[in-house]
C-alpha cells in the first residue's frame, strides 16, 4: 500500500481593511464609497480562496485592541494589508504596517515608512528630485496665503492638498492660470483641508500610469494611458477625484484609460526605468503604481508614486496584470509571495 504524502497546510489570509463606518456618507454615484469597498474586498477573499489560500477577513475600525487580540488569535501566515484611510488628513495606513510587524506577522504592500512618505507630496518630490529623477517644475508647498504674494509663479499651476490621494482636492478649479485664481484655491484648499497646499507647474503632455508588483525582482506591468481627448475645454485634463469615482460626472463619463498604451519603444523604456527608479527611492515593496506625465520637451516626469494602490479586479494595477497574461488571483498571489519574501534588512523581532 503507497504511502500518502501528508498535506501542506493552507497559508492563512488575514485580509485587513477600514471597517470604520462612522464617516461622512457616501454618494449614490460614488464609486469610491464604503459599500464598494466591502464588495471590493468579498472580490479579493474569493480570489485569494481560488489559489488554495485560507482567508479571514479582519475590518479594522476603532478598536484596535480587539483588532490585536483578534490578529494573536488568528496566528495568519500573511496580514493582506487592505487598510485605507476615509477621512482628510488622516495618516493611519501608514501605521498598521508598524503594529502588524511588531507583532511578528509579515505584511503585503510597502512598509511604513514608505507609505507615510508618499502621503506628504512635497517630501516624496523633493527626494525623488535629490535622487536625480525629474518631476514637474516648480514645485512648492504653501502654508499660508501671504507665502503667494513672495513668489514669482510660471503659470499654468496645479494646485492641490499635499497629503491626500486618489485625486482628493483635485476638481474643475485645480489648474489655474492667474495670481488670483492660484490665491483663491490655496485659500479654500487651507480652509477645507487644514493641511499645506501643494503647487506645482501643470504639464499638458500624455500621462502613463506604469503598474509594478515584486520584492527584490521587481516587474513592470504593460504601460496604461489616460485618454482625455473627450473632455470639454472648460475641464482640465488631470485625474481628479470625480475622474476617479464619480459616475455621473462629465469627468468620469469623458475620461478612458488606453490599456495597454501605444508608446514608442525608447519612450517607453524611459518610462518604465523612471517608474521603477521611483518605486524604489520611496521604499516601495511589493505592489505599486507610478503616475508619469511628459513635461513639453517630452521628458517623463513623476507626479506621484502610490504604494499600495487599488487592487479592485478590472481597474488600475489589475487591468494592467490582465494584459501581461496576469490573472487577477494570480496577481494578489504575487503580492502574498512579495510580503513572504520580506523586506531586505527588516529583521522580524515581534514584541508581544
Avoid at 496580514?79 to 477621512?87: A, P, S, T
Avoid at 483641508?193 to 506604469?210: A, C, D, K, T, W
Avoid at 527584490?216 to 472648460?234: F, I, T
Amino acid at each position: 500500500m503507497k504511502k500518502q504524502l501528508a498535506r501542506r497546510p493552507r497559508l492563512h489570509i488575514a485580509l485587513v481593511y477600514n471597517g470604520d463606518r462612522q464617516t461622512v456618507p457616501d454618494r449614490p454615484d460614488d464609486r469610491g464609497s464604503t459599500a464598494d469597498l466591502r464588495a471590493m474586498i468579498r472580490q479579493m477573499a474569493k480570489a485569494l480562496r481560488k489559489v488554495g489560500y485560507k482567508v479571514t477577513v479582519v475590518p479594522l475600525a476603532r478598536d484596535l485592541f480587539a483588532f490585536q487580540r483578534r490578529l494573536r488569535r488568528l496566528m495568519p501566515d500573511v496580514v493582506f494589508n487592505q487598510y485605507d484611510d476615509m477621512v482628510h488628513g488622516a495618516l493611519y495606513e501608514m501605521r498598521l504596517p508598524v503594529l502588524v510587524r511588531m507583532m511578528g506577522f509579515s505584511i503585503t504592500g510597502s512598509p511604513a515608512l514608505a507609505l507615510g512618505l508618499t502621503r506628504y507630496k512635497y517630501m516624496t518630490a523633493s527626494l525623488l528630485q535629490g535622487a536625480g529623477i525629474r518631476i514637474p517644475s516648480c514645485t512648492e508647498i504653501v502654508e499660508r496665503l501671504s507665502d503667494i504674494e513672495k513668489r514669482h509663479w510660471p503659470f499654468p499651476l496645479i494646485v492641490q492638498p499635499s497629503q491626500e490621494h486618489a485625486g482628493t482636492g483635485l476638481d474643475r478649479d485645480s489648474v489655474v492660470y492667474s495670481r488670483k485664481a492660484l490665491r483663491e484655491k490655496t485659500r479654500t484648499i487651507l480652509r477645507e483641508y487644514q493641511q499645506p497646499v501643494l503647487i506645482q507647474s501643470f504639464l499638458s503632455g500624455r500621462e502613463f500610469n506604469v503598474g509594478v508588483v515584486g520584492g527584490r525582482r521587481l516587474r513592470a506591468m504593460p504601460l496604461a494611458e489616460v485618454d482625455y481627448s473627450q473632455l470639454p475645454p472648460e475641464i482640465p485634463p488631470i485625474m481628479s477625484y470625480a475622474a476617479k469615482f464619480i459616475e455621473s460626472s462629465e469627468e468620469y463619463k469623458k475620461t478612458s484609460v488606453i490599456c495597454p498604451a501605444v508608446v514608442e519603444p525608447d519612450l517607453a523604456r524611459e518610462i518604465i526605468t523612471t517608474a521603477l527608479r521611483a518605486f524604489r527611492a520611496v521604499g516601495g515593496w511589493g505592489y505599486g503604481r507610478v503616475d508619469i506625465r511628459l513635461d513639453n520637451e517630452g521628458r517623463p516626469c513623476v507626479l506621484e508614486v502610490n504604494c499600495n494602490p487599488c487592487l479592485e479586479d478590472g481597474y488600475g494595477l489589475a487591468r494592467q496584470a490582465a494584459q501581461a497574461g496576469i490573472s487577477y488571483p494570480r496577481l494578489l498571489q504575487m503580492i502574498v509571495k512579495a510580503a513572504l519574501e520580506g523586506l531586505p534588512y527588516d529583521a522580524d523581532v515581534p514584541m508581544i
